[in-house]
């Protein structure tokens, strides 16, 4: 049966997940649960050392003379198996000697080791563990085993009789797993209860390679099936699930900050926060499946969630003093209890109550109270300082190809929110949802605000240059992939921020559920600096904590590939940073990728403002309120911007530009023209034509954008929409822009 346990997250401190075993009884259906308490031996080390020795010391003298000239002393015990029992070795010193006219006359010093083998067994009651003595053993330091003379004499029954005294009582360990038995099979009735706890007994164990494996069994009686209730939840059972996940989600944050503050591991600290930050990402998708009476799909989150969380529980739980740490694991066994419960199906009735999540939350800290399970959308402190704490240890990753002298490389030692900064001309994009004719005018300016949101972030926190670029690249095309450069959308005449069912907001479209407690959600949603600088510093993370640190530069790709898994990351969650060269993705995904690939590629060729495509969409729809819906975007901001936009004769390129022109002046302006491409530099523009091997009536039409030049590879002159379909069809590929004249004009 023992050998049935799954072993999960390799690398970690191991849980055991037993599969139930069902026993039908002989007059109503009842389940055997078996859930697994293991016992590895870091922990049985520990454990020996509190009850056997003097703790934290981990010595003990074991020769008791009253003389005080001979004495054994037992130290640092270590554990581990044999065959079916379990072997401890000491150190031993010993100075044995005799009394003599007020003196003592030494016989013997000797230095060496202590055996001692042992067989685990059940004693009677079924909650406490015993060792049954099989050998005892003295080695010497030259390695040589001792079995008799005077030492053997006066240590052998010593050291039988102190490592025989070894009992592990689970009973506080047993007694609280039960309490907690009642408030999630709560369907049953006083009779049906104390019959399951009378039953909770430990029912086997087991020398395995790496610790102790111990069944806990209770019966369980399964419910009568009833008919699955189809109708739709009512809004009072709505908000139950609501709450109900609420404070899942808020005992998971408690649980992760206890621990966090309970190492002095910054390892287990990083690896803490990762467990969170994914676990988030897949709340988000169990939201977005219909709510149930029987919410299953939360149900599965939060147990699988814990599972990932329990081995560093049990690694944090060895750090703590005397017995505590053994009643930490009382929370690892229930929540394998909801698994094996949960494996059972819908007959056994498990429902996980808020009795239930506040028991689990006393079973982490006796003190918590209700505060573990409130949820809140406050910027929490804790967990600012578990982020900062995670990237001040960022480890250094050495570029690709390294230089001499090799530059600094990824130091970050920054905080992951967005910070104060002085005004920019970008803080004018605060409510402006832009009409089809400020297009012109609202996208570089949005593009100025992430191109310098991202140099900002890359200079603070030390980027190396050598990703400074792909980093760059990554946040506009992040941006043009999530809400194609939109902060805000109008709604029955009002402006809201953009937001997703899912709870993705704005610009970055920064899932509220996922940053809950390390963002200001009102700021996500109505500042759009601050949307930007969240989405920029959490793509840094994914790309220097994730893709580099896992050497995604290293695949088939190269360089390029740390934007496609940050991305993937920051779209997935950090488990999904390779997703992006995975086989067997789902076809979703697949494609939510290839999409990112396209664009970004597009972005790195120069072609940032091709965003445009999916923008004049969005912007034509009911002319988005008009300008009237934009109240910090002024009238004689927007005419003074118009103007910025005539064209321009940019030096000794004049004779094309004029040409250019004079052809766009001379179209009627309510006749249509397809804007292939858009690029900052007239090269890149002529290089683009030759690449696609585009007509001869083709046009390069520059315009002055704020400080700088925009080149506008155009296309044909089309009296409508509908004349203009077949050359659009045509050029699909390019995503082309079909645009009025007089917007041009």
Known sequence: MLARFNRILPGCAIIVLLSPLLVPAARAATATVSVPLYLDYPLLRHLVAAQLFDFPATSREILDDPTGCSRILVSEPRIDGQRDSLRVIAAVEARLGVAAFGACRELLNWQGEAGFLGRPVIRAGARSIALAPQDTWLIGADGKKIESGVLWEAGHASLESLFAGLVLDLSPYIDSFGAFLPDVLPHRSKEQLQSMLDSLRLAEIAVAPAGLDVAIEFAVEELERSPQQAAALSERELQEVEQKWQMMDALLVGAVKHYAAATRLQDLRDTLFDILIDSRYRLRDALTEPAQRSDDAVRRWFIESWQRLA???????????????????????????????????????????????????????????????????????????????????????????????????????????????????????????????????????????????????????????????????????????????????????????????????????????????????????????????????????????YAVRKGEHRQTGGLSNLARASYSAYNGGPGQVARYRRSGVPSAQRKVDALFWDKYQQVERGNKLNVVACLDGAASGASLAAASARPVASPATIQAADKQSAPISPGRTAGAADTASRWLLAQPAQHFTLQLATFSTRDAASNFIRQQALPTSVYVYARRQGQSIQYLVLHGSYPSRAAADPDKRHYASLQPWLRQFVDLH
Not at 412 to 423: E, I
Not at 465 to 488: H, K, M, N, P
Not at 522 to 528: A, E, F, M, Y
Request: proline share 6%.
């Open 311 to 545: 081995p560093v529980a049990r690694s944090v739980a060895l750090e703590q003093p005397g017995q505590e740490h053994l009643l930490w694991f009382s929370v690892l066994t229930a929540t394998d209890a909801l698994y094996a419960l949960d494996q059972l199906g819908p007959g056994i009735g498990l429902d996980i109550s808020s009795n239930g999540l506040r028991h689990l939350a006393r079973l982490i800290n006796a003190h918590s109270g209700d505060d573990w399970l409130r949820y809140s959308e406050d910027v929490d402190p804790q967990l600012r300082q578990l982020l900062e704490q995670q990237l001040e240890s960022t480890p250094s990753e050495s570029p690709p190809e390294p230089a001499a002298p090799e530059p600094a490389a990824l130091r970050l030692n920054f905080s992951f929110f967005a910070r104060a900064h002085a005004a920019s001309p970008a803080d004018r994009l605060n409510r402006w949802v832009p009409a089809k004719k400020e297009l012109g005018a609202y996208l570089p300016v949005i593009a100025e605000l992430l191109e310098e949101t991202a140099a900002q972030v890359s200079a603070e926190h030390q980027l190396d240059q050598r990703y400074a670029d792909i980093y760059r690249d990554l946040v506009l095309t992040t941006a043009w992939q999530e809400s194609c450069w939109r902060q805000y959308t109008v709604i029955e005449q009002r402006i809201e921020p953009l937001r997703s069912s899912s709870g993705d907001t704005g610009l970055m479209q920064i899932n509220e559920r996922v940053w809950r407690g390390f963002y200001d959600i009102q700021k996500l949603r109505w500042d759009i600096n601050y949307n930007v600088r969240a989405g920029a510093e959490v793509l840094l993370n994914y790309l220097v904590k």
